[in-house]
């Protein structure tokens, strides 16, 4: 049989779906069938890797049974980076290829993705037989997939194939149709699957990783997971897919963690067998997850994520384990069991060898060329009309009557634990809806050009020594944090350099992100600087405890001062009575809260221990206000800062010709009004939010004109968006890190605790 394999994707970016295609080719071939690829292929350039996100090609050979389609561009996609050609000369040359091919079965992988497949669907007279590898419960790109005729393309296929049931769940819930599983294969080894390794009493616990940094693969929780459990077993960590430069910026200490970049499949293979368990932590996103298939063909059992492409590949208990996604504790403490047990570890191996002989590449090639069978048996349309509704897509190729798409039920139901926590974002996606059309409304009502006549007239001397202070100002919280360090830390020794480093990187994030990632993403740069990263953050987290109290103090001082420059019954000012009672209510809270969560009495309360385990942990972090040298250096630089601040805000009015109309004080309100807004931002720099902090004190206090009361909040906010590039921009080169990579590792960042280890599992009799 003459058979030809289509890819979408880059060739020289091997993903599962290429090692999936290159392997069924050598199968088919290996059966006796005449076999040719045409996939996308990158040359290895410095233009290729702009188009692909900084990443560079493998340098692989063109092997005389590939037809290269031309170059790729790297797009975001479902959680990873997908390498797809846009090209039209891709579509021209794949089309000629295949007419000229005399090909008998033509074999379309993930046939929705653009362009190469997407176009083969209607440019194809041969019988058609797709392979759907993709899992994704995402509803736009689907139904825009469906708008632009999807559904009517994928009827021109004879069979549908599904690798998993997650991913034909996908083709049903999206597009309908009928599909046949059958699942990624696996190449076993020669001598058959190698007996499950004896690790000796006292070895460390051998983990393995295989993937890529990309957010669903889940990593930077397996890091999180793994520095708690070095804590209380031996472990060794070893990562294949990043080098160590890679994965460095992602690790708060590297103790214990080997990092091997890309292999070929021979040291993957070798690195696997002499594993203990391989750990695939991801988020989801995930179709089948051929790397798990690859542990039990070398006898290792897994790790996994309960989610749903995994729960088809993984019998939990028999050949792996699997637990809750995104869950760092309960993966460090399943990790720890099964090295406090190494016989279960034993069995379960056992059983990923069995596994493995479900999945081996002769049986998966037998069912693929089943499928090629039936395609091609599908007999001819007997009428015209049938074979125009045929080639228009408007009836199934399949002769078979049409079955639609269907509203399935979610493959990931939602745990109870974590219901609570997409309500606050929900809530927090929502209050940030409203603050964007809030802002269309103002600006709208106000009327642009009066807004950008305002910002026109601004003065740029006074702007730009707006900024100098504003960065002063951060330089100042520096110097304070540093004290804060040293009284807390003093082992350590911290260095100016590093409250800098945190500080200034700290700020960036707050300003880009939304949520305060800026706290823990400082706190990070400064335990890694500090040695044993795991032991310090907790500490170093505590310190910024110190921090918000001054601020606090700070906040009350310049309530005060606003309301004795434009006096309480003046009339003018209610829309600042509300924000004066903010900073009193967080000033109780942080009193109060010490003595409602120490008790040493037990509870079943998740709130109170976790009140309680914070309040440990940032005790150690509160000693400055006990040293009096070092707390004074942090109040007054603090203190100092706020002024810096302050006087920066009354340089923007000067610079807007608003001095007349308001004054330090309606400074101190403003800034006062700004950072009570920022407690809970709910965009990136609180944008909307905090121009309409500006509005209410400039207009609702002190009269000043709507237009240019907002045009104030757009520069005073640009001036802090300013510093913070300006500042933390030079940190993270200095750093030698990316936002990216802090983003990433700020998001798993709050230490892991372990409860008790259970006792070991009993062996069957």
């Excluded at 340098?59 to 590939?66: G, K, Q, S, T």
């Excluded at 540093?482 to 480093?501: E, M, N, S, T």
């Excluded at 965009?683 to 009269?703: E, K, R």
Aim: charged letters at 20%; glycine letters at 10%.
């Amino acid at each position: 049989m003459r058979v030809a394999l289509v890819s979408p994707y880059s060739w020289t970016y091997p993903g599962g779906v290429t090692r999936h295609i290159e392997a069924l080719r050598a199968e088919l071939d290996r059966a006796g069938h005449d076999v040719r690829v045409f996939a996308p292929f990158d040359p290895d350039r410095r233009l290729t890797a702009a188009l692909h996100r900084g990443a560079r090609p493998q340098d692989r050979e063109v092997p005389e049974w590939l037809t290269p389609l031309g170059p790729t561009i790297g797009w975001p996609s479902n959680g990873a980076v997908s390498n797809l050609s846009p090209f039209p000369s891709a579509v021209s040359t794949l089309r000629r290829e295949l007419r000229a091919g005399g090909f008998d079965v033509v074999h379309l992988h993930e046939p929705v993705a653009p362009v190469v497949a997407w176009d083969a669907l209607t440019s194809v007279e041969a019988p058609l037989v797709g392979t759907f590898h993709c899992y994704s419960e995402s509803v736009p790109p689907h139904k825009v997939a469906a708008l632009i005729g999807a559904r009517r393309k994928l009827n021109r296929l004879n069979v549908q194939i599904a690798v998993s049931e997650a991913a034909a769940w996908t083709g049903r819930r999206f597009y309908g149709g009928r599909y046949r599983i059958v699942p990624n294969g696996v190449a076993l080894p020669e001598g058959g699957v190698p007996a499950p390794r004896e690790r000796a009493a006292g070895e460390p616990l051998r983990i393995v990783f295989v993937g890529q940094a990309v957010g669903r693969k889940g990593l930077p929780v397996l890091l999180r997971a793994f520095e708690a459990l070095r804590g209380q077993v031996p472990a060794e960590l070893t990562v294949i897919g990043l080098t160590q430069a890679e994965l460095a910026p992602l690790l708060v200490e590297g103790e214990g963690v080997t990092a091997l970049g890309r292999v070929d499949d021979a040291v993957k293979a070798a690195v696997l067998r002499d594993a203990d368990v391989l750990c695939a932590p991801s988020l989801g996103g995930e179709s089948f997850g051929m790397v798990l298939t690859e542990a039990f063909a070398a006898g290792t059992p897994v790790v996994a994520s309960d989610i749903a492409g995994y729960r088809d590949v993984v019998t939990a208990g028999t050949d792996g384990v699997l637990v809750p996604r995104g869950n760092a504790t309960a993966l460090a403490e399943t990790l720890r069991d099964l090295a406090l047990d190494p016989g279960r570890v034993q069995r379960m191996a056992q059983g990923a060898a069995v596994s493995a002989e479900r999945y081996a590449w002769p049986r998966v090639a037998e069912q693929v060329v089943t499928a090629y069978e039936d395609a091609r048996a599908v007999p001819e349309p007997s009428t015209a009309t049938q074979r125009v509704a045929v080639k228009l897509g408007a009836v199934p190729r399949d002769g078979l009557p049409r079955v639609g798409a269907q509203r399935l039920p979610s493959l990931e139901p939602v745990p109870e634990r974590r219901r609570g926590a997409l309500v606050r974002r929900g809530a927090i996606g929502l209050a940030g809806l409203m603050t964007v059309v809030g802002a269309v409304l103002a600006v709208d009502h106000i009327g642009p050009a009066r807004i950008g006549d305002a910002l026109v007239r601004s003065s740029p001397p006074w702007v730009l020594f707006g900024l100098a202070l504003m960065c002063l100002s951060m330089l100042a919280r520096a110097v304070s944090w540093h004290a804060i360090l040293k009284a807390a830390l003093p082992g350590a020794r911290p260095k100016l350099a590093d409250a800098v480093q945190g500080t200034t990187i700290g700020v960036l994030m707050s300003a880009t992100l939304p949520a305060r990632l800026g706290e823990p993403s400082r706190a990070l740069i400064v335990a890694r600087r500090l040695g044993r990263a795991r032991d310090r953050l907790p500490v170093v987290l505590g310190t910024i405890v110190s921090q918000t109290l001054i601020n606090v103090l700070a906040l009350v001082i310049l309530g005060a001062v606003m309301f004795i420059t434009i006096g309480l019954f003046a009339g003018r000012q209610q829309a600042l009575v509300w924000y004066a009672l903010a900073p009193i209510g967080l000033l109780a809270l942080v009193l109060v809260a010490p003595a409602l969560v120490r008790s040493g009495r037990p509870t079943r309360s998740r709130w109170v221990r976790q009140g309680r385990q914070a309040i440990a942990r940032v005790r150690s972090g509160l000693v400055v206000f006990r040293r009096p040298r070092e707390g004074f250096v942090a109040i007054t630089m603090q203190l100092g800062a706020w002024a810096l601040q302050w006087v920066a805000c009354y340089v923007l009015l000067v610079a807007l010709g608003l001095e007349h109309k308001a004054d330090l004080g309606a400074a101190a309100a403003i800034l006062f009004a700004v950072n009570v807004t920022a407690v809970l931002p709910v965009t990136p720099s609180n944008v909307g939010v905090f121009q309409a902090a500006c509005m209410a004190v400039l207009v609702g206090a002190y009269g000043v004109a709507p237009a240019q009361a907002l045009g104030y909040g757009i520069i005073l906010q640009a001036v802090e968006v300013a510093c913070a590039v300006v500042m933390g921009g030079p940190a993270l080169v200095k750093e030698g890190l990316s936002w990216r990579e802090v983003r990433l590792r700020a998001l798993h960042s709050a230490p892991v605790r372990l409860s008790a280890p259970k006792a070991p599992e009993p062996a069957e009799a």
